[in-house]
């Protein structure tokens, strides 16, 4: 059985360790410490931790008045909510402004399962990926979260960094260092081309697995950076590879989308957006995965159709 | 930090003055509003803010930004704006915009247009002087009708949760909104009782005198322990008779006989 991590946990730790060494680095949450896991940052840091109560748009306005005094703001809150009810502030007082702020929207996509459409945000990165200047991030396990979160911290612009709170496998491969705007090939190939991101990454490796049983030969992309995107690296699958596959727990408008574009721009190739459409019926998260077909099964035949020509 | 009220009643004049002819030669603007924060912005400009200290400096974010010209036109009375640049109000690829932006004005503190956005960013501020140990205050100057935005009342529970006296929110209250009077969409009265109830220190002063704006606004914090709000009674358009207190002027352009009439009304 492999063991299964909930990214938050490296995102939860690994922000306590940069804060233990730079006083600059504070959270704001909306009553959301249990649930971005920084009770620990609050014990360590209690005068860090600004808890202005459920209050989305008051939580990024204060993140970006701190970033203005010279602070480093994690603003942390379920993704739903941030991204949603304060996507006015993320556009202004965030990215037109250009603060170093780092929104990190925790437990996105289809996280919250049963909980319903709601709480679900399966929207946000085709929102985020649409404002300028915001690097928009989704890594795939523990380590590409620690590396992501240890370069926002460090980058002097505004990133949303999408937290997953699924349990997902480490991933061989992506143990380095986070490079923005840079995909990693996880499996080479020349039949069809797989891109995942954030959650989305294990299921592809699977789905890889099966097709190379087949004798299909599927190129993997991890691509943890929506905005800016590696269009090199989509540029040289369409050239190289039959089609291309696009994997995500989120709207297919998200990475799909944004593949699309880059794709009908510089050298079209046949697609199949794998992801969320509609808002979700109710249902476990790993239940709407299998519906929206994130899973080996559902990769695998996206993937074979296009290998096919179909 | 030392002008009078004289001295700051003929900068206004200054002020008001310049913006006149930016709106009319840009053919844009929201004069009414201008005209009644442009005592609140001389004040505290010439009169109190600390802007030495670079990063000690003390804030100031109009967050009503549809009044940008009467910040550009107070910056430049304040020498912190070059008084040239003020012709490129709302030109091509100029850096006076019709709403401040602080990547493209230095003094600009934040970039405010749509309403509600300047009290959360000013307490994020007030918070992050706090975390500094230090003394630097932080101002935010709101409309009135922007009071209907529920993000203020947000920020300003932050703002009395956490104490902070360094902060002053200032309201024009100048009783008008772009299509009508604030009394006849969403209500703000009992406006000091509202504020008074989420913990703010409350004063009202007349907006139009510069002796209550310097003395309230130089005294803040005037109770310790919680922000300070000043509802700075105003008028639109003021001193302009045919502008005052008429909603129509909330972004008219003057025509030219009406710009040598409110030249020769703010002038007197």
Redesign the interface.
Known sequence: MTLLHDCRDAFASTLVDLAEHDPRI?T?VNDSVGSSKLGEFGRRFP??L?N??I?E??M????????????I?FVSAASCFMTARAL??VK??VA???HHVVLCGQSPGVAYGELGSTHHSPEDLSWLRAIPGITVVAPADPAETSAAVRWAAAHDGPVFLRVSRMGVPDIAGLDGEFVPGKSAMLREGDDVTIIATGTAVAPTLEAADVLHAEGISARVLAMATISPLDREAIVTAARETAGIVTVEEAYVCGLGGAVAEVVVEEYPVRMRRVGLRGFAPTGSTSWLFARAGISSVGIADAARALAAGR | MTATPAELADAARRVRLRDLHMVADAGMGHIGGEFSVTDILVTLYLGVLNLEGGSERDRLILSKGHAAAALYSTLAEAGLLDESELASFTRAESALNGHPANTKVEWVEASTGPLGHGLPIGVGMALGARLDHSDRRTFVITGDGEMQEGSNWEALMVAAHHGLDRLTLIIDRNGLQQGARVVDTSDLEPLADKLRAFGCAVVEVDGHNHAELLDALASAPSEPGKPTAIIAHTHKGHPVSFMSDDPGWHHRVPSPDQVVAAREEISR
Do not use: M, N, T
Request: glycine share 20%; net charge negative; aromatic share 4%.
């Open positions: 504070v704001v005068d860090r600004i202005v109560g209050a748009q008051a990024v306005g204060v993140g970006a008045g701190l970033a203005a005094s010279g602070k703001p006015e502030q202004i007082d037109y402004s250009g």
